[in-house]
């Protein structure tokens, strides 16, 4: 059993900055992959980043050179790091882990970007 707890998410203005943090007990190991999704209102979930064991990253289109994914395995913790946030960006973000084929997600965090 994995659970994640995320935090960070918040209410911002266009242009802002946050930074989503996800701390997974009772443990992520590099051979896990993490990531990042998201569900805007009246959205399908949609991936958002994701990094891939090896050390690959992967981001959608919409949110290349403003997001950043990154993990600490030492403190089990994943981020995101998302910078020139725009409303389109709305949504709850949800953490990811899969571990031998198995997907744990967290509760999710609201970001809520105002134009």
């Known amino acids: 059993q994995v659970q994640l707890v995320e935090c960070g998410g918040g209410s911002v203005q266009n242009g802002g900055s946050l930074r989503l943090s996800c701390v997974a007990s009772?443990?992520?190991?590099?051979?896990?992959?993490v990531a990042w999704y998201r569900q805007g209102p009246g959205k399908a979930r949609e991936l958002v980043a994701e990094?891939?064991?090896?050390?690959?990253?992967n981001y959608a289109d919409s949110v290349k050179g403003r997001f950043t994914i990154s993990r600490d395995n030492v403190e089990n913790t994943v981020y995101l790091q998302m910078s020139s946030l725009k409303p389109e960006d709305t949504g709850v973000y949800y953490c990811?882990?899969?571990?031998?084929?198995?997907?744990?997600w967290g509760q999710g965090t609201q970001v809520t970007v105002s134009s």
């Open positions: 990094d891939m064991s090896g050390g690959r990253t």
């Open positions: 990811n882990v899969r571990k031998s084929y198995t997907n744990w």
């Open positions: 009772p443990n992520i190991f590099s051979s896990d992959g």
